[in-house]
Every structure is written in C-alpha cells, then in structure tokens.
C-alpha cells in the first residue's frame, strides 16, 4: 500500500478504532499519562512516515505501541542527558513499570485502565472527566464544553487526577475478586453518570448533550465486551439503551420537552428497544436484581408498552418501591407516587406526592410541582394545577422545559 | 512504595475511655503491628502523647520562634502512625482499612515521595 491516499485513510480508521487501546496499553508500559499520550502522537507520526515504504504491518497495534514506548524510552534517556544528576546514576532510567513487554495482555488494558480512572481514591468530578478525556478520548475543550465549566478548570482537574494517580501509587489493575463488585459499581456510577449529564439536560444545548449519551453507551459496550458476565454492566448498557431509543420522540420538531404519555411511539428506536430488553432480562435471570436491573425492567415496561393507558403500571409501582432499596429518597419515591397514581387514580397519586413534599427535601426539584399540577389538572383542580406550574416554570431554564410548561399553563387556563 | 498512614482522633475521647477499653484498644493495635511486621508491610510506627505536649519551632532568617502546642489547632489530632511499604494504593488501602485506627478514627493514607525526587 504506497498510495498515500489509501494509507492516510487506512491509518485514520486504524487511530479510530485502536488509538484508546494502544494509548491504555502504553500508560501500562510507560507508567505515566502524559508520556503515554506524546508517544501515541509520536508512533502515528512515525508511521506516516515508514509505511509508504515498509508497507502496514501485520499487526498495526503491536508496531505503534512497540515504536511508542521506544520513542519513549528515547525521549526520557535523552532528557536525563541535561539533568547531570540523572544522567549519572547507575540505574536505567526509572520507568515505572518493570513487567515491559508488548504483547497482547491476557486481560484487555482498557479494562484496567477504566479501574484505574474511576479509582474511589479520586474525586467524582476528576473520574468523569478522566474516564471521557482517556478511555473515551474526547478533548479536555469537549468535555469542558459539555460539562459547562472553563477549559482551564478541567485541565486543571485533569491534571491533579493524573498527578495523583501517579503519586499516590492507584494502580494499572483490574483489582482482585475480593473487592471487584465495589470497584465495579464505581465504574457503573460513573458511566451512568455520563449518560445522566447527557439525558437530563438541566442545561446546555441538546447537541452536545447527546454526544455524552452516546458516549457512555460506548463505554458501556466496551465495559460489556470486556466482562461480559457482569450482570450489572448488561443491565446498565440495556437500560440506557431503553433510555435512548426515546431520543427522537423526546423533542417536538421545535425543540419542546415531550413528556412520555404523549410521545409518539411509532418514533421510538424498535432495535435499540429488544437490544436493551434483552441485556435487561438476560441481567434478571442471574436470580439477583441489582440498581440497574431493577431500572432497566421499568424502563423495559414503558418500553413494550403500546400506549401510556396500556402500560403496566401496578408493576412499575411495586418495581420504584423496590429500587428504593437502591436508591433511598424522595426522586425516586416521587416516581412510586406517579405510577401509583397511573394504577390507582389521581387521588392516591397526590395523597402520595403531598406526603413525600412534607417531608422535605425536594425544595428546588422541579419534577416536584409538574407532578402534583399534573395530577390537579387531571382531578379538575384548574387553579391549583395552574399555580403548581407556574412555580415549575420559576425552577428551570432550560427552554424546551418552559415552553411545555406555559402550553400546560394554558390548557388549565391560567396565563 | 511507602506509605505513610496517619491516624486522627479526638484525644479527648481517648483519654476518656476506661482502663480496660484502654488495654483492648493498645492490643488491637499491638496485633496489628505484628500482623504487618510479619507480611513485611511494616516499616515503623509509634503512638504518639497528646498535641498538649507537643512544640511547633520555626526560624524564619535563623531566628528561631518556639511555640507551645501543634502546628494546627484542630478538631481530630494526630494519635499515630505507621509507615508501611505495598506494592500500590490498592494495598496500602486495605492495609489501612485493616489498621484498628479505622475503626476508631480518621486514617489518613499518604504516599511517601521518593528522597531528592
């Protein structure tokens, strides 16, 4: 392959698809990020410049990853020439990590370097954002975007995180089985995390906020094909696949938040839907229903479900008082309170809501007022519902929200 | 590498308890102490008398500027500690987990920078 057309092209799809796995298997031989990252950069470079002669090798990702960690090792050694102290001392340069070798590992380096970027001993914020700039790949100017926050702020997160990672000794490992299923739960939080950010849109324009969703159903994917026994990781991957196949449904054409019982079904992604449901049942079948398998069955059920009217309702209820053994609070019993209304009438479903809002804790939450002016509304209470939207409207920004909001505002005939 | 792990509590909680709890809590740590000097994770460790005795010394431009008492007034003070060598934070972590200094208190796990690094 000498046409240099064909090679560029032939060596973007190969950064596409293999520059994360290099990139974790270098920081694994080199014991440092950045050092990792300039060597990635510096074997794409090379192998611009020796396959037009040489031809692509047969296993491109042995190659860069060898000529990465030699450029490496090159760059360290000839640094250490001008540190006379370094250059001086008997020992090899001090490369972290003596198991050097490039084999393919038994275990896949992403693997362990997702463990090591959602390591518990980092903060929340720094594993998010290190999980999406390493494994995922985005620039630190896309995650500062998506997240709202100065580019400078999360360079600096970023490179505390790094900083840390390599002082304090967190390690490249997948950990042991002792402690798997915590360290694994930490990983899922941050990737739920990442799909949250995307799906709930408490600011920001939708674009990039998709971009998030889709990143975390990659992660998720990755997670599963790595450990494709963790029943946990197939219940997250189904249900944010469930979550996600009501993207287009979600938005009218003009950008208004459409709430589910008026959602077009017909829209609803069919393939994304039996995939989720699949990986949801496949992960209740093991006899233990975790955070995500309990989610996912919910999710599951609005999903087959052909309208709001023919939704299973009692079961949604008995599954929201399940997962708040989960996820204790008022979020998520206010879900119980509104399927349980669905089930049981509007009645029940407000004697519910009236008592989760007196004890507190859910001052400032949104979903608060729409549900209980939801169910005023469908009691006859026009006034009431009207004042319950009005105080919803004074609790969110975000424009799709607020024009749902005043249509709601109208139909109960307030102004 | 070496960690430093370092252990908080109230003292006056401390001093608080009965001689007998006294006894039990110095044998769990004793316990502990031998356990990890027989892993080889040991490296040294010492209780330590209360912040009452201790003295802060400074000596901007050779001066030198002595202080009764710690270098911070806090709510948890520093008991004791022990220097441990693991392989990475992973082991360094249950180590501290499994110091009784968990169970009573804050241990604070920090890793030892190497010497003129």
Redesign the interface.
């Known amino acids: 392959m000498t046409d240099p057309a064909a090679l560029r092209s032939e060596l973007d799809r190969i950064y596409r698809a293999d520059s994360r796995r290099i990139l974790a298997t270098l920081i694994r031989l080199l014991g440092d990020f950045d050092v990792a990252e300039e060597a990635l950069g510096e074997a794409f470079a090379a192998a611009m410049e020796k396959w037009p002669t040489t031809g692509v090798p047969g296993n491109p990702y042995a190659w860069l990853v060898s000529t990465g960690r030699f450029k490496a090792i090159d760059r360290i050694r000839r640094d250490a020439r001008f540190i006379p102290?370094l250059a001086s001392t008997q020992e090899p340069i001090a490369l972290p990590r003596p198991e050097l070798g490039e084999e393919a590992p038994i275990v896949d380096d992403r693997l362990r370097l997702i463990f090591t970027c959602c390591?518990p001993?980092l903060a929340a914020e720094a594993r998010v954002a290190l999980t999406l700039r390493v494994i995922c790949g985005l620039s630190t100017a896309e995650i500062a975007r998506a997240f709202l926050i100065a580019e400078a702020t999360l360079a600096q997160r970023l490179h505390r995180a790094k900083e840390k990672i390599r002082?304090?000794?967190?390690?490249y490992?997948v950990?042991e089985a002792s402690?798997l299923p915590e360290r694994l739960d930490t990983v899922l939080a941050v990737i739920y995390l990442v799909f949250n950010e995307g799906y709930a849109a408490t600011s920001g324009t939708s674009l990039l906020r998709s971009d998030l969703c889709q990143e975390a159903i990659r992660l998720g994917r990755l997670l599963v094909e790595l450990m494709p026994e963790a029943n946990e990781a197939n219940a997250l991957l189904g249900l944010m696949l469930l979550h996600d196949s009501r993207r287009d449904a979600r938005t009218s054409p003009t950008g208004d938040l459409v709430l589910l019982d008026e959602q077009d079904r017909s829209t609803w992604d069919q393939q994304a839907i039996n995939e989720g449901v699949e990986r949801v049942e496949w992960a209740l079948k093991s006899g233990f229903a975790g955070q995500y398998a309990v989610e996912g069955a919910i999710a599951a059920l609005h999903a087959q479900a052909p309208s709001s009217d023919q939704t299973d309702w009692r079961q949604i209820a008995a599954l929201y008082q399940y997962l708040l053994n989960y996820r204790p609070g008022p979020v998520v019993e206010l879900n119980h309170a509104v399927a349980v209304a669905m089930a049981d009438g509007p009645e029940e479903g407000l004697r519910l809501v009236d008592s989760i809002a007196a004890r507190g804790g859910l001052e400032g939450y949104r979903w608060l007022p729409v549900a209980r002016g939801e169910l005023l509304r469908r009691l006859g209470c026009k006034a009431e519902a009207a004042e319950e939207f009005r105080k919803a409207l004074g609790m969110t920004t975000v424009e799709g929200e607020r024009r749902l909001l005043r249509r709601r505002l109208q139909e109960v005939g307030g102004t | 590498?070496q960690?430093l792990l370092l252990i908080y509590m109230q003292e006056s909680e401390w001093e608080a308890l009965s001689s007998e709890e006294h006894a039990r809590r110095r044998k769990e740590f004793d316990e502990y102490s031998i356990k990890t000097s027989q892993s080889g994770h040991l490296v040294g460790g010492n209780p330590l008398h209360p912040v009452r005795t201790a003295t802060t010394i400074r000596s901007p431009k050779g001066r030198l500027e002595m202080m009764d008492g710690p270098f911070a007034e806090t709510k948890e003070q520093l008991a004791g500690y022990f220097l441990i060598e693991?392989?990475?934070?992973?082991e360094?972590?249950q180590l501290a987990k499994e110091c009784p200094g968990s169970k009573y208190a804050a241990v604070e796990?920090r890793?030892c920078?190497p010497r003129?690094g």
């Open positions: 102290e390591h001993a002082g304090a000794g967190i390690p490992e950990p402690v | 590498m960690y693991a392989k990475d934070l992973d360094a972590l796990v890793p920078a003129g």
